[in-house]
């Protein structure tokens, strides 16, 4: 009983904190201006005329693919912006929250109150708030992204052709809302194909083929992955030349994120620092070469120079405190280790972890917003990790708890 009092008691934190942020219009990572500048007009042109502005989607700059506008254009009928538009997107994104409790369930088999508690833990992240509160594209990603791993650990139990169906339509959809998704399409094809009988990979590889046309389509009027037609900036998004860069920031949040579970899923603090030591200084010494290796400058999208744009906010916070360019690295570090772990657990987390770094790593720009919460959903819905169900434990539950809640006050006040 005891329990369950405190867990209620966080759960009436986590939502009544989300219904006073919409309330006191809270946002983060310029929500509102990239709100009004980019997503409310493509929205409001697909409803005047869908076909034409489609085709010259470009001009709306949103750089990804319009299934989330056009569902909020002809299933949202308020004026993007207004108040019921915003409350219609806080319904829409509490679709994610019970279809993770439905992931929660499912792999985990936790209670209803825990599988409930876990899930509501998206109710911190500051960009998924922004993302509810604004009607913006991440939710929806998010959304479809969790009901293609729903499916998919149900395809675990169950290898019929409609689960496959589900699996490569919830994916694609989310491909369709966020064009960074597209790392999932890949970890299923692969992980399915290894897995399935003959029969069903064929059938995988037409699913895939199916849902494809939409995008090769647009892909051809556009004259390539983006725009080009009006925005002429491939490579301002997606560059080779910046991918250990990138590379560096994505690993500083996964060692970011991951503490959390580290704390919750270590048995001995004493034991995991002697066998990382010596191995979390040698990925500290590999990273700063690299990073001077391949002339790393952190400062370099921002032309006044004076924080750090485009590279997570590990790497921001740090720089603005020490000064020092590399001080992010101490969480990279802890990223690199944390994916070498968690490669030898399984196939399925190489195929994963190669994926997910393949495509983000290309990112010129990457935003904390990409990831959170990205991270956590992966980490309890896909990924393979020892002693997962501890998390079920009140000291665990409540770790969890202050971490995102100190997350959320930290990207408050900054």
Known sequence: MEKKKIIYLLLFINFSSFFFGFFFLEEHGASILDATLHTYPAINALKTNFLENIINYGKFGENSYPLHHTIFAFLNPFKPGSFFFRLISIFWSFASIYLLFLVIKKRLKFSNLESIFLSSILLLSPYFRSSGYWGMTENTGILFLILSVLFYLELKKNVS????????????????????????CLFYCIDLFLILPSVKRKFLILCYSIL???????????????????????????????????????????????????????????????????????????????????????????????????????????????????????????????????????????????????????????????????????????????????LKKLRNLVVFEVFFILTLIGAILI
């Open 161 to 184: 052709f409609l689960n496959i169906f589900f699996v490569c339509l919830f994916s694609s959809l989310a491909l369709y809302s966020r064009i960074q998704y597209v790392f999932i």
């Open 212 to 390: 494809s046309i939409p995008a090769l389509y647009l892909i051809y009027i556009w004259g390539g992955i983006i725009d080009e037609q009006t925005t002429g900036e491939f490579n301002s998004l997606i560059n080779f030349d910046t991918i250990p860069r990138t590379f560096i920031a994505i690993l500083s949040l996964v060692g970011f994120y991951s503490l959390p579970f580290l704390i919750c899923l270590t048995k001995d603090y004493i034991n995991l620092l002697k066998k990382y030591f010596i191995k979390y200084f040698i990925s500290l010494f590999f990273l700063i070469l690299l990073f001077y290796f391949s002339e790393i400058d952190i400062l370099s999208l921002n032309e006044k120079r004076d924080y750090v744009y485009g590279q997570g906010f590990i790497a921001n916070i740090t720089y603005k405190i020490t000064k020092i360019q590399i001080s992010y690295l101490l969480f990279s570090a802890i990223g690199l280790n944390i994916i070498l772990n968690l490669f030898q657990y399984s196939t399925k987390n190489k195929i994963l972890i190669v994926a997910f770094f393949s495509f983000f790593s290309l990112r010129v720009h990457f935003f904390t917003e990409y990831l959170d919460p990205l991270l956590f959903i992966l980490a309890i819905g896909c990924l393979t990790i020892k002693n997962l169900s501890e």
